[in-house]
């Protein structure tokens, strides 16, 4: 959500535009549990400030629900962003989730979900 200070400084950057446009990921599409991980020497590449902050963000493995939830930037976003870095080889994309998840872990996430 833009408020009327950010359109008076030009602070709003549209996700359109940190995307060029795309709505979903050139390779594929990204679950919400899918992890990803970057390894510390993606930190010292050259790279935009959405983009660089994922990398951070991902010196331990997080789902790409919570770096749209941190950057803030809407989901679509950064499923295009992952998966960019990811063809770029800037992070690492965890594909190996249980197909069939357990009953305590769809209790776990269902407790998480009632508490926010």
Same mark, same amino acid.
């Given at each position: 959500?833009?408020?009327?200070?950010?359109?008076?400084?030009?602070?709003?950057?549209?996700?359109?535009?940190?995307?060029?446009? +795309?709505?979903?990921?050139?390779?594929?599409?990204?679950?919400?549990?899918?992890?990803?991980?970057?390894?510390?020497?993606?930190?010292?590449?050259?790279?935009?400030f959405e983009r660089h902050r994922i990398v951070e963000l991902c010196q331990?493995?997080?789902?790409?629900?919570? !770096?749209?939830?941190? !950057?803030?930037?809407? !989901?679509?976003?950064?499923?295009?962003?992952?998966?960019? $870095?990811?063809?770029?080889?800037?992070?690492?994309?965890?594909?190996?989730?249980?197909?069939?998840?357990?009953?305590? $872990?769809?209790?776990?996430?269902?407790?998480?979900?009632? +508490? !926010?």
């Open positions: 959500m833009t408020t009327a200070d950010e359109y008076e400084t030009g602070e709003v950057v549209r996700p359109f535009i940190v995307t060029g446009g +795309r709505t979903s990921p050139v390779t594929g599409e990204l679950r919400l549990e899918t992890l990803v991980s970057a390894p510390p020497s993606a930190l010292t590449a050259p790279l935009g331990y493995p997080r789902s790409v629900a919570e !770096l749209a939830a941190l !950057l803030p930037t809407p !989901l679509g976003v950064a499923r295009v962003l992952v998966a960019d $870095l990811a063809a770029e080889r800037y992070v690492r994309v965890h594909q190996d989730g249980p197909e069939n998840p357990s009953v305590a $872990l769809l209790e776990r996430i269902r407790d998480g979900l009632l +508490r !926010l």
